[in-house]
């Protein structure tokens, strides 16, 4: 099982970036997926998540109506739109794949992102 996490990096305050995390070794479609953040000094929290088949998404209300999560079911592959950075967002991302009602939970590795000027 891989959960791998791309698309962080050093954005200015009000910037974009797009977070992808590409899953293999597990059947994508049947797993629930989330972002979750981990900020230096703080514990980790959820960003967002949605659905196995994407009809919900569920979002920190911090986030909402500046990120987007999406998925693409035939590519494997769950996405972070975020807009209007800033420093409060500065953390590193990971991914996360769920089972529920198996007890399955896979992550990612992470990636860094960092709002600054």
């Known amino acids: 099982v891989q959960l791998v996490e791309s698309g962080g990096g050093l954005v200015q305050p009000g910037g974009s970036l797009r977070l992808s995390c590409v899953a293999s070794?597990?059947?994508?479609?049947?797993?629930?997926m989330s972002w979750y953040r981990q900020a230096p000094g703080k514990e980790r929290e959820l960003v967002a998540s949605i659905s196995s088949a994407g009809g919900s998404t569920n979002y920190a209300e911090s986030m909402k109506g500046r990120f987007t999560i999406s998925r693409d079911n035939a590519k494997s592959t769950v996405y972070l739109q975020m807009n209007s950075l800033n420093a409060e967002d500065t953390a590193v991302y990971y991914c996360n794949a769920k089972r529920t009602g198996l007890g399955l939970v896979f992550w990612g590795q992470g990636t860094q992102v960092t709002v600054s000027s």
């Open positions: 070794g597990f059947t994508f479609n049947r797993y629930s």
